[in-house]
């Protein structure tokens, strides 16, 4: 089994680690942009080979993780060069522009839209962990656009590296997703940016930060290349939330400077319901 | 030594843990109004013996780890009950109001104003670790007003369970947590209610949310009995944290609003910089 993997970041390159362990005969070939990180994931083993666009027409299986913006422009690309047997996937953390962009294309049948839900806060080749996938969630949009044998050579893999499946809507995909995972993602950087804005002397932040504020700034350290372009595709969405959010801010600090703390207290007491829904997350 | 625990909860429960693996020959007494949480801390060994307010004369050394706004009730009653010889060490996450409190106490040398920055989303002496303190900071107030002999035998209690101390007026002290620590947990309880508002159907929360969002939001899982009374206590100073977080959230917004992407990609990046800042926390 041939499977490319454009992009050797972290999602892609821990994909190529966990296929390569659960499948016998496979070869990996690696396409990125970034020449010392094609030369890193041949050094680590998540490639075996080098490969260029032109050699597309011999996958059985493209993986496409890149950011979100060169994901539009690379997927109608990748189909144009592929086999009628091939199956391409695009791993991204939007849906709908990616489906859009790609609707009438001849080869639409080919393809099969993905976000495996899965991360750190790390980014190239040398974060890509083994196991990153097993017992996270993939969400696939539109499956029944993709035919009937490729959608079943995807489940097989998705399977075999261990996780579950949920089909949605790309629409629905990108507003649910802006609430669990995009608005988490500014929060944090502007919860660093605020922090680091005020304490000039970082010696005082270091040395008062707890294992809380690492908590609550961790994705702060994600990379700006995967995320502006996110936030770009979803702006509507995320603008959306991040108008709740500073809502629910808002109205907390009126409540401070009201006195009003049994009300604080009872705000605090039914969000501490997320208990129950983080309690199936690692 | 007999050491005194007012309030057997996450704080003084992993403080009773390690103080009794470090010394020899220490009793453990356990003060709460909480019967039910009594008796657990004796089952799991957290405390030796139950004990009473009357019994107070008796002790060597008394941590009281209750809320901050019974804090400023009780340490003031027990320095009356206390000898002339005994240490009282108040661990709560404010300190400016408490100081203020006992400033004229006759056992105001008795006191000593400390800080331990560690802790868990947990709650309760179920909650208690042994070795949560060890490699973390623990911040002391006013040590000059301390008798020196107390100061040597807390520092000594704080040495040996593995913290290492900074020294700060509780003014400053105040306004530094609360941005590294008050500002998070809002953050974090108000990006919980916002996702459980919009989220009716918690399946597809729980479904989509990765440990990116797990990570931003375990905060939310506190206990308001704890932080309700912090957030009061210290609310000029959250409140101002407060300010200049929703300032650069709806700054960040604006940027979307505009389209100005290169822009947003620099405030991540520049943002980035919190990865050193926060190397050395666990």
């Given at each position: 089994m041939n499977v490319f993997v454009i992009g050797l970041g972290l999602i892609g390159g821990s994909l190529a680690l966990d296929i390569q362990h659960e499948f016998n005969e496979v070869i990996i070939y690696g396409i990125d942009t970034n020449e010392e990180h094609l030369n890193q994931a041949l050094e680590i083993g998540i490639i075996q080979q080098k490969a260029a666009f032109s050699d597309l027409n011999n996958a059985d299986i493209v993986i496409i993780s890149v950011p979100v913006d060169t994901s539009l422009k690379l997927t109608p690309k990748v189909l144009d060069e592929i086999s009628d047997n091939t199956l391409v996937m695009d791993v991204g953390s939007t849906k709908e522009d990616v489906c859009e962009i790609i609707k009438n294309h001849p080869k639409r049948r080919n393809f099969l839209a993905t976000h495996p839900i899965a991360g750190t806060e790390f980014s190239g080749p040398k974060a890509a962990l083994k196991?990153?996938?097993?017992?996270k969630t993939n969400i696939i949009c539109e499956v029944e656009k993709t035919a009937f044998k490729l959608q079943e050579k995807a489940l097989d893999i998705f399977s075999k590296i261990g996780m579950r499946i949920r089909y949605m809507d790309p629409k629905s995909h990108d507003k649910h997703i802006a609430y669990v995972s995009h608005l988490s993602h500014i929060s944090s950087f502007m919860l660093g940016k605020t922090v680091i804005e005020k304490e000039k002397n970082e010696r005082d932040i270091f040395d008062m930060a707890g294992s809380g504020f690492a908590s609550t700034v961790r994705l702060a350290k994600s990379s700006p290349a995967m995320w502006a372009p996110i936030f770009e595709q979803n702006k509507t969405n995320v603008i959306e939330t991040l108008e709740e959010y500073i809502q629910n801010l808002q109205q907390f600090k009126e409540l401070m400077l009201q006195d009003n703390f049994a009300e604080i207290y009872q705000e605090m007491e039914s969000t501490n319901h997320i208990k129950q829904i983080l309690n199936g997350i690692n």
């Open positions: 196991n990153l996938y097993r017992g």
